[in-house]
């Protein structure tokens, strides 16, 4: 079974301000994905980011950058110079070798202020 | 490129009332298909998910049922609604990651 913890329940933050957001994963599988998703206040979920087990490397796009670290367990997100329109929930979640069976963290509440 | 739809958006149901929810995906050909369900507040549970047609399997016991009739629907069924039922559905498609429905906002009155 996969557990996924994001211990940030909600985070506020000022416009142009960087925010992380942490997640924490606990898997016995050896091959498995990360993945961040985005869900506005519409209730849609918008895919974000997916992460193999293999592969380490940290990723950005844009304002957006994500550093994956097996020796933590840990596949924190970063914003960077937040903006207005990024607020929403964001959802850390992990799967094994099927990608649609996902486990989710509870999720971090970020509102950013103007 | 594909699309799910996924309908009615919102919905208000007396307790015990009956409930079929449906969704539907285009531009790809026997996709692996899953419903979830968020509660107030909480993350997304699995409830369901389908390889195929007439495959279903179920990830947690509930009040809910699900059925694959044809390759791209996937339609989750309750016979009788409990005030517990009452969340946020959404149904998903699954590639190289999993691709969300607008979602059915439902409150079991």
């Known amino acids: 079974a996969q557990k996924v913890t994001q211990a940030q329940t909600e985070i506020s933050v000022v416009e142009k301000e960087d925010v992380t957001l942490d997640c924490v994963y606990e898997?016995?599988?050896?091959?498995?994905?990360l993945f961040w998703y985005k869900q506005p206040p519409s209730g849609e979920l918008v895919f974000l980011i997916r992460?193999?087990?293999?592969?380490?490397q940290n990723e950005i796009s844009g304002r957006y950058s994500w550093n994956f670290q097996k020796s933590t367990s840990s596949f924190n997100f970063t914003i960077t110079a937040s903006q207005v329109v990024d607020s929403a929930v964001y959802f850390c979640a992990s799967s094994g070798t099927s990608y649609g069976k996902l486990t989710f963290g509870q999720g971090t509440i970020l509102t950013v202020h103007p | 490129s594909q699309t799910i739809h996924q309908w009615p958006a919102t919905l208000v149901q007396p307790v015990g009332s009956p409930l079929s929810l449906e969704c539907t995906v285009e531009?790809?050909?026997?996709?692996?298909l899953y419903w979830y369900r968020q509660a107030a507040g909480r993350g997304l549970q699995l409830l369901f998910y389908?390889?195929?047609?007439?495959?279903i399997s179920s990830e947690v016991p509930q009040n809910l049922s699900a059925s694959r009739p044809q390759d791209r629907q996937f339609i989750l069924s309750s016979k009788k609604l409990l005030l517990s039922d009452s969340g946020f559905y959404l149904c998903?498609?699954?590639?190289?990651?999993?691709?969300f429905g607008q979602g059915t906002r439902l409150t079991v009155v």
């Open positions: 898997t016995r599988d050896t091959t498995y994905y």
């Open positions: 389908s390889v195929g047609i007439g495959q």
């Open positions: 998903a498609w699954s590639g190289r990651e999993a691709f």
């Open positions: 992460r193999n087990s293999f592969d380490e």
């Open positions: 531009g790809t050909s026997n996709p692996n």
